[in-house]
Structure formats: C-alpha cells, structure tokens
C-alpha cells in the first residue's frame, strides 16, 4: 500500500528545495507521468508528496542576453502558444504539436517531460538539437545551490538523469541560434499525437548557400536516451546535402544508432526508418 | 494508507472543502467523494479523455491529475458545464447531429469541445479533429461528433 | 386523383434524422452507467488471476487475506464446490479447481468495503503453481503428444442446491479439438475440373478485442427470501436469467436481471464469463450486495477477443468468369475456454457458400483449446475473417481471367429471388445496386487503372482502390429455439404511450427507432413515447442484442402491438362514430375521418372509454416470432428472415518509405431495406466502418505465450478523430417485404468489408497481396520488401 505521510505544495523554489533536502520526496508537476505510474506499479510513492506547481519562479519563457530560458512548469501548451518557440525554435514547437492529446499538453510540463527521461520523449530530441542546458537547483547544505548541465549529460538512461534526489530542475536554457539557424522534428506514427514514437529525428542547420553548417542531428527511441548523432553531423558539415553527403549521413546513422525491438517496433525497422526518414528530411533541405 | 489532505477549491462554481487522500486522482474524488459521476473512468492513464475535466480554464484528464491538485482552483465538470449556456448549446448539437450512441465518451468530449471552441471559435474541420485527438469514441466513428463541434460555435 | 381516394397526407416519422431519446441525458453527463451505481451497504470484489499460463493449482492460502481489515470474505473453488462449468460448451468453472489453463483464470476472489482493500488482499494471498508445459500455437493443439487442455473431468460435485436436469459437470476431453464444423455443397472435384482459374492462399486474422469505452462490471445482490438481483451489463438478459439460475441450481423466476445503459457492447456480452458467477458468490457469502468492475488493464487482459483465425481458400473460376468452386478449411484458437468465437462458423460458412453463388463448396473448421486468451462474440461474427479471404480471392480471380474485378462481382453476385445450396432464401437482396452504387460513386473503376499504372512511379507514395461486399442475416437468425422478442404497450389516459419491449438499448438506438415505429402506426409525436427496456421483471422474453436483429424482430414486435392498440381504438371510434373503422385513422394524437376531419381528440376517447359503464383501458401484447427456420445438421436452412448486403470502396495511399497505409475514403453501399432513422443508420454505419478501420490498420492485441502484450490504449491503438476517412454512404432501399416498414438489419454490416477492401486497394497501390492483417505499418513496409513472413498451412490433417 502506498504511504504518503505528508503532502507540500511550497510556493517558493527555496521552500521546495528545503523539503526535498529533508529527503524521502516524490515530485509532481503536472502528474502526467506520476500518476500512471504509480498506479502500475512502476513508482512507489516517497513519504512526502510535493507539488512543485505552485511554485511562481518556475513559469515563464523569456530571453535575456541571447538566452531563453524555459521555466520548468511551462506546459507543453504554453510552448505551442509562445511565439519565441514557433519562431526561433521549430523543431521544439514540432514536438510539442505531436505531444500525446490537448488534455495531456496543458497538463504536462517541459521540466517533466525532462525528468521523465524517455528513450521517446518527444521534448528531448529537439532540445539536443538546440543544444539545450538544464538548469537544476538544490539545498545541499543549507543554501541554494544552481548548477547547469547539458542536456546530452543529463539523460543517462530510461528514466534516469544526473538529477541528485535533493534537486529540481528549474529551467531549461537555450542559446539562441545563429541567424539562419532552422531546425525540423520528425516523428513517426500513423497519427499527429497521442503516439509514442517509434523513432524520432531532430535536424537543425544553417544554410549559407547551399552549404549546412552548424549541423546538429538527433535521434529518439533508438538507444536507451534520446541521443546527438556527431558523426552524421560530421558528414554533413560544411557540405552540400547532395547524394553523396546524404548517403555519407545516412551511413553514420547506421552506426550511431542502437535500436531494440519490443512491441512498438523491431530494431530492423527502427533502423530502417531512420534511414529513410532521415533520408526524406535531407531531400527536403536539399530542395529547400 | 495514506494521509488525508484537507482542500478548498471551486466545484462548478461552488465551493468546496473536502478531506482527500494524498494518493488519490481528480477522478476518484470527483466520483467516490463528492459524488459527480459524469466524469468517466476509461482508462485511468490520459489515453481515453473519458474523465475530462477543466481546471482553471484548460482540460485535462482527471484520472492524471492529483486530488489535491485541485486545492485553490477552479474545477468545472460535466455536470457544471451542461447547466451554462454554451453547455446547453453543445448538448443540443450533440443531440442534434447524433453524436451520441453508448455515450459513455460523451461527457468528455462535450468538455473537450466547450475548451475547444473557446479557445478556437472559428476552428475548421482539420483544427476540430485535432482537438479530440485525445478523446476516444468506439461507436460513432467520430464524423457526427466533429459535425456537432462545428455545429456549436 | 378522384376525390374519394383523397386522403389527409400525414406526417411521416420513416426516414427521418430523428436524434436519440437518451442523447440529452448522455450529453449532460447524467446518464448512471452501472459504474455510476451505488447500492446501500455494497462491498467491493476484486479477482486474483492466475500467474501461470498452465498449471495445476497445490495450494491456496488465503487466511492473511482473510484477516485484513474490511475483508469480508475470500473465496477458491474450494468454497462454491456447488459451482457449475458456464459458456458455450459448459467447460469453464468461475472458480478454477486443480488446473489453470490461461493468465486470465481466476484463483481467487475477495470481497471488501473499497476496492484499495479488495486489491490489498489479493496481494496477501498465496499460491503455489506446478508448472505445466504451455500450448500457445494452435497449430500444435493438433499434434501428437500435445499438453492437454481439458484432459480431466470438472465442475460441480452435485451438491444438495441443484436439481436434477440441470447441466452436467464438463467431462474433459481427450484431444484439444473443442468443436468442428463441416459443411458441403456440390463436388468440389468437379468445380476444380470445371475450373480455367484456380487460386489458393493462406490467410492469417489477428486478435483484436471490443474497447467498450465502459469496461465490464456486475453488480449482485441477494434479497432475505434468496431471490437474486444482478445489474448487469449483459446484451442476453432472458438468456443469462436462465444460465444463471442453472448455475446456481436456483428457479429462473428468482432471478432478476436490471440492465443500466451500457457504455458499449460489440457482442462482447453475449456470454457469461466468470466475473459475474463470482460477484454473485461473493454477495451470497456475504450477503451483501458486491460490485466488481474492471480495471482497463483487466478489460484488455481478461475480457475476450475476437476470433483469431488461420484460413486456407481455394477456389476456381472459368475463363467467362463464372465462380466453380471454393473450399474453406480454417483452424481456429478457441483459448482456454469455449465461448461464443468458436462458433464463428455458423457465419463464415454462409459467406463461403452464399455471398457469390458458387455451385461446389466445402467449409471445415477446427477450433482447437490452448492457453491462450479465449475469443468471444464480436460485431460481424466470423464475418470479417471470412470476407477478408473470399474478397481477396475475387480479385485475385478475376486478375487470373483478366477480367474486371467489378465485373466479375456482378456476374456472381447474387440477386433477389436466389435460394443457395445452403438453403438462405434471398427475398430482397440489393447486391448488384451497392456494387454499382459503391463502384460509380468511388470512380471505382477508372481509378483502379490510373492506380495500377503507376505502380512504378518514382514517387514513394502510392495510391489505390480496392472493392469488397459482405452478405449478413438481416432479419434476425433462428440460433435458438425462439428468435422472437415480446411488447407489451400500453396507453394512459392522456395518450402517452409506454413502450415495454424486450429487447436491450446498448448505444445502438433501438429505443428510437422502436417508439419511432409506434408512434407511426398511432399518429403520436416521438414525445409521446417512454420506452422501457431494462428489467426481466417488467419486460417480455426477447433472445437477446445480437445479429444485427433489434430493428428487424423488435420492430416488428413494436409494430405488431401498436397495430393492435390502434385496431381497438379505431373499432370503438367507429362504434361511437357509427362510420366503419376502415374509414378512421390516428394521426396528430385525433381519431381522424378520410378527409381529415378530427373526430376525437385521442386522450379525451381514451378517458371516455375507460370512465365509461364498459370502463377498459388500451394495453395490448404482441410476440413476433419472424419466419426463419433452423438450420438442419448439415448447416442448411433460412435461418434468417431477410439478408442485408453490402460493397465499399477504400481508397488508400501507401508510403513505401514507411509503409504507413492511410486510409483516405470509404464509399459504401448497403441495402438495409428501408431507412426508418437517417442520423442513426448514418451513425451505424460510420461507426462500424471505423471499427473496420482499427481492425485493418490499427488495432492488434498482441498475445505472445499466452499473455496480453499490449494492454492499454497506449499500444493497443484505436483509431482516433484526426485518422477517420472521408465516408460516403448510400442506401439501397429494397422494401423487405417481412421488415418493420421494410427496414433490414444493419448494424454489424458496416465493419464487416472494410479490411477485405483495404487489402484489395493495398494491392491495387503497390502490387503486393498481404494475406495477414493487420496492415500496420512495419508489416506492410516488411511485405513490400518481401519480408513478412506470409501465413502457411501446416495444419496436421
């Protein structure tokens, strides 16, 4: 039987990181993952449960010197509605268009989705793209300290992060872009959302001419963390996307990627359809 | 067993003080504690949208949502819905258009549909289908539901 | 016109877009599903299900269970030694003594003051398995020295409660065969000689199962005297009255069987499974009313499925493209238990044998036991199995003849007046008009050329059409001794009319369309109507929500005793009137004259005939038994009163990149005799064709060694709004001359052909015939690169 012992719901990050300096939390946002969760058994609840919702200095999208930071309680909702997000940061705003239902995305929040730490999450892979830094606070003795990781370091595993249990994850922070800098999600299923993704693609370049540079690629659902593929970004570099670049990419892929099989898919076919699907996105940027 | 928690929120306009465990849903509160069964249980992990509920404005789907979540906030269910005018309006489309058979996912897709056209009165048939991506219907194949939305703008 | 022949045109109510009585209550969220109920003093049940996929039980030990607070009572095999084997071939016990034979089986159950209670204990007791070897591949059911499933004798041990006559403990089985069906007509030998064509496949149906968006649930009470209350969602009412009582060795007429609305039925509760034996042991136990109602997660992993079924069709044509021959022999995966899957052949063979004429046929069916889930009734019946292989092989027929496929259908379909080998009577029978119907609106015909052609474009993204029809009973199918369905009507003294029929609502509108048909024969407004159809204790014997019969059977019940109630009226109208009542009609709520003349307003002639020296009242009976007749033991007969007929046209469009198949419309065209509701046949048959949908390109519970891999919505993927396609539906109007003002039954149709469509336009798109479903999209991109492993028949003989 579960045995919550207390229930928190701090108003301030200081008071939160108190709490959690105490020890024995179970955290929740938006309670998209934790709920479902804990009702099949994957989660057992901590002796506290905090509810980091009302906490103020978590919300909110802004940009200062170059950098935008993405409090941890925004939802997915409030991305799809930012006009910052659709205009620098595509492939983000992609993600979330396919985000799970309408329901479930004005309900879950980014720092969730992070923490969450799916192969699949749908958040994770343009956030590689965009090169994206956690930001993550905590009370390890008695004030608050902040620390910044990149994104890529802090996934470890499937539901696994970086995150020590005293900490939460306040921001995400993106530098912005080069000028020129477009990137594209691609998700694949047979609908527009509430899917999991059998595979995902985040793609971002800036084209001078016909020439990529600044090329980042990552790859959802084919290892155990959303994963940056630097040896297709290495093949298209500097280059123009022509067949031989493209196949050159393709290729990396093949060899960066570690797809298994279980009931969504085979490894076979996650491996083909990277394959063709990043085959089709770079066609795209060929053509432009 | 876990605690109980004491909450103060707004039900359908009214307030509200109840005495919920910490573990359990929005859903759970709203059927077994208060009473309100309009809100369905489909599937209890966000898949169906049978318990959709609007907090604060939004919709989400109660069976994801902690109960004592809801403390200070503005919780609106079917049975709240279905007494305002624009409640009135979208059940009289529903009905209208037959978009109702078992009418088991109806209460959660009237509620989908009320935050819908709120938030996109002049939503087409491509902006409506994506609104109830959430939603699931195994009777109706969904076209006479999408032509009550679009009926009740 | 002369002036005499001139009558007052009365308002019609047939054809109408009549919206659902129950729709504003639904949509308002105060509709009280059976999950909305509460009883005084009810307990909570929860199942403890097996963990072994085969194993003999050695021991249960429930006393840490017993001894958890808010426990009322834990229960085995043990303490119901009185329980009896239930379903189709009376071989499963609610209880499983000695063996388990499937995850789904139940070793235990508890009953507590709250579910989180119930679901505690059932942690707390233990069980100890002996393993046994598991039999997962039904192919293997058949082979020498497989496990055997049901090799020992169970059931009760005959205690004091029963009484003699009722049905015996299952005696076991030697082999895994649960049942066999052969049907024959003509020489197949023959037809192959005869043959220019022939062709042969194998094809493979997946597992899918209903989604009811209600999961199941029962609630049981018994009252001081041992009379036994269920609220139940069952679709059988009268029927399961019975089998309840025979289980529990009590009267029929002690039990009582209240049906709340339903949130889906599907033929998914057409059979008793065991939740419902075990809430009612748990309430006598405890004598407490006990509710149990599934978890989703329960609903995927232990309600049952649709029939999976391994087909192997041969069948032959000349070069003119006359049908020779087909031969059928399927092997089907009964599961652990026999419920209604099983019998799936009842519906196949007359597909095999009756869709097309075809003059030599021969059907066979083993349905075999295994550990796995088992499969039940399910909208369409066999149907969608049977239709996806002969409709292939239509067109792969037609391809061998180089003859048009639309063509070819024409030339075989078979047309009104037709008595088949197999004894099916075809009065009305719009075939040939929904193949055209279906053809010319879909542009059928020219788009499967420009398809085909360019099957060897560059562009990865490929598009077809593909046709396919289906043959159903549309007027109710004699299975059981009466397909009749009993109304009582009765008429208060204001007009208003109560309508107590037998037969269930389950989504499907027959309360609708039921009042509908009433208050045509009565003149009144749908207002006028209650329509009462819940309560064994209240209701006539109906046989039950299933074959597509309540509009056909029902209706004509409904008719039948609103025609009476309006004879008595119009006879006393002419009494008091001194016209001959051939001369008066009901219409508008007045008694009127030819001409229009009101005579009587209806509520005050009703009130003078009840306050008067001869005081009655208007309450009329009618049972309506529809003309159909029992199959003979060679599968031959009419059983059906009329026949509903079918074609539609999918288009597709296949990305050989991923091999995502979309589907982008649906043209149908089905005869349905008449269309009494407009909005709800619309509804009907949108709705089935997007079951049809999930079943071909999206849904596919996943059974891997006996356990459910996918059991929730997440992976278990029911189509959703954005992936609906554009549907165009016709009605071919054929006016059955025994259908409730002509109408047909319609409502498993729709979801019948569409798999057999999409397979047909998959091919017409890339040239490839997948003979497997589902068409989802690692399958389909494997089956353009040659790599889906195509089904085979390794079936011992």
């Known amino acids: 039987m579960s045995g919550i012992e207390r229930y928190a719901a701090p108003r301030t990050l200081e008071e939160a990181a108190e709490l959690l300096s105490a020890g024995g939390a179970t955290v929740f946002a938006g309670g998209t993952d934790v709920m479902p969760q804990a009702n099949a058994g994957r989660l057992r609840f901590q002796k506290t449960l905090l509810n980091i919702g009302r906490i103020a200095e978590l919300r909110g999208i802004g940009e200062s010197n170059g950098v935008v930071r993405i409090g941890a309680l925004t939802t997915i909702t409030e991305l799809l509605e930012s006009p910052l997000v659709r205009g620098r940061f595509r492939a983000l705003w992609q993600s979330c268009d396919h985000f799970a239902s309408d329901q479930i995305r004005n309900a879950a929040t980014l720092g969730g989705n992070l923490c969450n730490a799916s192969p699949a999450g749908d958040t994770l892979v343009p956030l590689l793209v965009l090169d994206a830094q956690v930001v993550l606070a905590g009370k390890p003795n008695g004030t608050l300290a902040t620390r910044r990781l990149p994104l890529a370091g802090f996934l470890t595993g499937p539901g696994r992060t970086l995150r020590a249990a005293h900490e939460l994850l306040t921001a995400v922070e993106i530098a912005l872009p080069p000028a020129g800098f477009d990137s594209e999600y691609f998700k694949f299923g047979t609908r527009p959302a509430l899917d999991i993704a059998a595979i995902s693609i985040g793609l971002g370049a800036v084209r001078e001419g016909r020439v990529l540079r600044d090329v980042r690629v990552a790859f959802g659902a084919v290892a155990p963390t959303p994963v940056r593929a630097p040896r297709v970004e290495a093949a298209l570099e500097g280059r123009i996307a022509d067949d031989a670049a493209i196949e050159a990419a393709l290729e990396a892929a093949a060899d960066e990627i570690h797809p298994i099989s279980d009931i969504r898919a085979s490894d076979w076919y996650r491996r083909e359809m990277v394959r063709n699907m990043l085959q089709r996105m770079l066609c795209d940027v060929r053509e432009g | ?153 | 016109m002369g002036e005499a022949q001139k009558t007052v045109a009365r308002e019609t109510l047939i054809g109408k877009r009549i919206p659902k009585m129950d729709a504003p209550e639904k949509a308002s969220g105060r509709t009280r599903y059976l999950h909305d109920i509460d009883l005084p003093g009810q307990l909570h049940a929860k199942i403890l299900r097996s963990t072994q996929v085969h194993a003999l039980i050695k021991s249960i030990d429930t006393g840490a269970a017993k001894r958890l607070p808010g426990v009322h009572a834990v229960i085995t095999a043990a303490d119901v030694p009185w329980q009896r084997p239930i379903g189709v071939a009376k071989d499963h016990l609610p209880l499983k003594t000695g063996r388990v034979r499937s995850l789904r089986d139940e070793v235990a159950a508890v009953a507590a003051d709250s579910v989180e209670i119930a679901a505690a204990a059932l942690a707390l007791i233990r069980v100890e398995y002996e393993p046994l070897p598991p039999l997962t591949d039904p192919v293997e059911a058949l082979q020498p020295g497989a496990p055997l499933i049901h090799p020992e004798p169970h059931g009760g041990d005959g205690g004091p409660q029963l009484k003699p006559g009722g049905p015996v403990a299952y005696t076991g089985k030697p082999d895994n065969v649960a049942m066999t069906f052969e049907y024959a007509q003509g020489d197949v030998a023959q037809g192959e000689r005869e043959s220019d064509a022939v062709v042969e496949d194998v094809f493979r149906l997946h597992y899918v199962t209903h989604c009811c968006m209600g999961v199941s649930g029962v609630i049981a009470e018994f009252d001081a005297s041992g009379n036994l209350l269920l609220h139940s969602n069952t679709q059988v009412p009268f029927l399961h009255k019975r089998e309840f009582a025979e289980m529990l060795g009590i009267d029929p007429g002690r039990v009582r069987i209240i049906q709340p609305p339903i949130g889906g039925g599907f033929g998914s509760k057409l059979d008793i499974y065991p939740f419902e034996p075990i809430a009612i042991f748990l309430a006598r136990a405890t004598g407490r009313p006990v509710k149990l109602v599934y978890t989703r997660e329960e609903e995927f992993e232990a309600s049952p499925t649709r029939q999976p079924v391994l087909l192997k069709l041969r069948s032959g044509c000349t070069r003119d493209g006359a049908l020779t021959f087909r031969a059928v022999e399927t092997l089907h995966d009964n599961g652990a238990y026999t419920s209604w899957g099983a019998t799936t052949p009842f519906v196949m063979m007359q597909t095999v044998s009756s869709l097309y004429r075809v003059p030599h046929c021969k059907y066979r069916t083993r349905a075999v036991y295994t550990n796995n889930p088992y499969a039940g009734s399910f909208r369409g019946y066999g149907n969608l199995q049977a239709t996806f292989a002969v409709e292939a092989h239509m067109d792969r027929l037609a391809d061998a003849i180089g003859m048009d496929p639309l063509e070819f259908r024409l030339k075989n379909a078979q047309q009104p007046g037709e008595v088949t080998p197999q004894g099916m009577h075809f009065g009305t029978c719009g075939f040939k008009e929904c193949l055209s119907t279906a053809a010319a609106r879909s542009a059928y015909q020219r788009k499967r050329l420009e398809h085909a052609s360019r099957q060897g474009d560059a562009s990865p993204l490929k598009r077809g059409v593909g046709i396919a029809s289906m043959l159903h009973v549309g007027g109710g199918a004699k299975i059981y001794p009466s397909d009749g369905c009993g109304t009582i009507l009765k008429i208060d003294d204001f007009a208003h009319v109560t309508l107590i029929t037998g037969a269930s609502e389950i989504g499907q509108g027959s309360e609708t369309v039921l009042a509908q048909l009433v208050c045509e024969e009565l003149g009144l407004p749908l207002s006028s109507v209650t329509v009462v159809n819940n309560d064994t204790d209240i209701t006539p014997w109906d046989v039950g929500v299933h074959a597509s019969r309540t509009t056909f059977i029902a209706g004509n019940s409904a008719i039948g005793a609103a025609k009476k109630a309006k004879d008595k009226i119009l006879a006393a109208a002419a009494a008091k009137s001194g016209r001959a009542s051939g001369d008066l009609q009901l219409s508008g709520g007045f008694v009127v004259t030819p001409e229009g003349e009101k005579l009587f307003e209806l509520g005050k002639f009703l009130r003078s005939l009840h306050f008067s020296d001869k005081a009655d009242l208007v309450m009329t009976t009618f049972y309506y038994e529809p003309p159909s007749h029992h199959q003979d033991r060679e599968f031959k007969g009419d059983v059906s009163a009329a026949y509903a007929w079918a074609s539609q046209v999918a288009e597709v469009e296949v990305d050989t990149r991923t091999g995502i198949v979309k589907l982008l419309s649906i043209t149908a065209a089905h005869d349905v005799g008449r269309v009494l509701n407009r909005l709800g046949i619309e509804g009907q048959i949108e709705g089935g064709v997007v079951m049809g949908q999930g079943y071909a390109l999206t849904e596919n519970l996943i059974v891997e060694g006996g356990a459910v891999k996918n059991p929730s919505f997440r992976d278990y993927k029911l189509v959703t709004a954005p992936e609906i396609p554009e549907m165009d539906i016709s009605f071919i109007e054929t006016m059955d001359g025994e259908g409730p003002q002509g109408a047909k039954g319609v409502g498993e149709a729709p979801a019948i052909c569409v798999a057999a469509a999409v397979a047909n336009a998959i091919h017409n798109a890339t040239g490839v015939r997948i003979t497997s479903l589902p068409f989802t999209p690692e399958r389909v991109y494997r089956a353009l690169r040659g790599k889906l492993e195509a089904p085979v028949w390794n079936v011992p003989a």
């Open chain 2, 1 to 153: 067993m876990s605690a109980k928690v004491e909450i103060d929120f707004t039900l359908n306009g009214v307030r509200e003080q109840r005495a919920v465990a910490a573990d359990m849903s929005a859903l759970a509160m709203l059927r077994d504690v208060v009473g309100l069964t309009g809100t369905k249980y489909g599937c209890g992990e966000g898949e169906c949208g049978a318990c959709t509920i609007r907090v604060d404005g939004v919709t989400l789907n109660a069976c994801l949502m902690f109960a004592v979540d809801c403390d200070g906030r503005e919780v609106t269910t079917i049975e709240g819905l279905a007494a305002t005018p624009p409640g009135e309006k979208l059940r009289a489309s529903f009905v209208e258009h037959g978009a109702v058979q078992c009418g088991f996912c109806t209460p959660g897709l009237v509620m989908q549909a009320s935050h819908l056209i709120e938030k996109n009165p002049g939503a087409g048939e491509e902006e409506i289908r994506r609104g109830i991506e959430g939603n699931l219907c195994r009777c109706t194949g969904y076209r006479k539901i999408i032509e009550a939305i679009a009926g009740a703008k």
